[in-house]
């Protein structure tokens, strides 16, 4: 094994230190009207898209957290519903999610359909998820990417937050967890080999990132 790399220290630096203000600071929660996870709601609810009022501040927000947390890629997204991103969408196989709020430098269209994976279920249902296995963000740099709900003043989850983030350093020792490499391992629902402990640990740091800002995007519980 090899010595904890410097993706790993910055990863839990950040975790540690980065708070944004928003709704689900536990001591002082926001009005619900500045509410990220309110926001969230009444733009899906409104069919604007990117028109609506807000989605601008909205955007800026996960830019935020994306450049706080060294993320590639930061962004909301919603199970499908009659070809929509919806509130209350099929969050099973049996339905895609799409991207919705995407705060990248070069975001994908709005309610690009993402298909299906285990992960986005695990994380409607309330536990952050990692994906099983990296994927190529160019021809030489890997992402890993990881889920968390966010969550509606009643307790509802009304999105994901997804993280994407840079791996490539782990992906260079242990090339069959990358999807789109040569040596892939195949696993995709259900990991039923040995996990390194570098990839277990690149999991978990992730899904905690996620995990931390979904919170703080949620309405306090």
Same mark, same amino acid.
């Given at each position: 094994?090899?010595?904890?790399?410097?993706?790993?220290?910055?990863?839990?630096?950040?975790?540690?230190?980065?708070?944004?203000?928003?709704?689900?600071?536990?001591?002082?929660?926001? %009005?619900?009207? +500045?509410? #990220?996870?309110?926001? !969230?709601?009444?733009? $899906?609810?409104?069919? *604007? =898209?990117? @028109?609506f009022a807000d989605y601008d501040s909205m955007k800026a927000t996960l830019d935020d957290i994306r450049d706080e947390s060294g993320a590639t890629y930061v962004y909301a997204m919603s199970p499908m519903k009659d070809g929509k991103p919806s509130l209350d969408g099929d969050a099973t196989a049996?339905?895609?999610?799409?991207?919705?709020?995407?705060?990248? %430098?070069?975001? +994908?269209? #709005?309610?690009v359909d !993402?298909?299906?994976? $285990?992960?986005?279920? *695990? =994380?409607? @249902?309330?536990?952050?998820?990692?994906?099983?296995?990296?994927?190529?963000?160019?021809?030489?740099?890997?992402?890993?990417s990881a889920f968390a709900p966010v969550y509606d003043e009643e307790g509802n989850v009304i999105c994901l937050l997804g993280i994407d983030f840079p791996c490539t350093d782990v992906i260079v020792d242990n090339p069959q967890w990358n999807r789109d490499g040569d040596? #892939?391992?195949?696993?995709?629902?259900?990991?039923?080999?040995e996990v390194p402990e570098t990839i277990q640990a690149m999991m978990d740091d992730v899904t905690a990132l996620a995990d931390k800002y979904a919170k703080q995007l949620s309405h306090s519980k």
């Open positions: 094994m090899r010595k904890k790399s410097k993706w790993m220290i910055v990863v839990m630096a950040l975790i540690m230190a980065f708070s944004l203000t928003a709704c689900g600071d536990s001591e002082e929660p926001a %009005e619900s009207a +500045d509410c #990220w996870a309110d926001q !969230y709601a009444a733009l $899906i609810e409104s069919g *604007e =898209a990117r @028109e049996e339905g895609s999610f799409a991207i919705t709020v995407d705060g990248s %430098e070069d975001p +994908d269209d #709005w309610g !993402y298909g299906w994976e $285990i992960q986005f279920t *695990e =994380a409607w @249902e309330g536990t952050p998820a990692a994906a099983r296995s990296a994927w190529n963000d160019s021809d030489t740099e890997q992402c890993w040596s #892939w391992n195949g696993f995709e629902d259900e990991i039923t080999g």
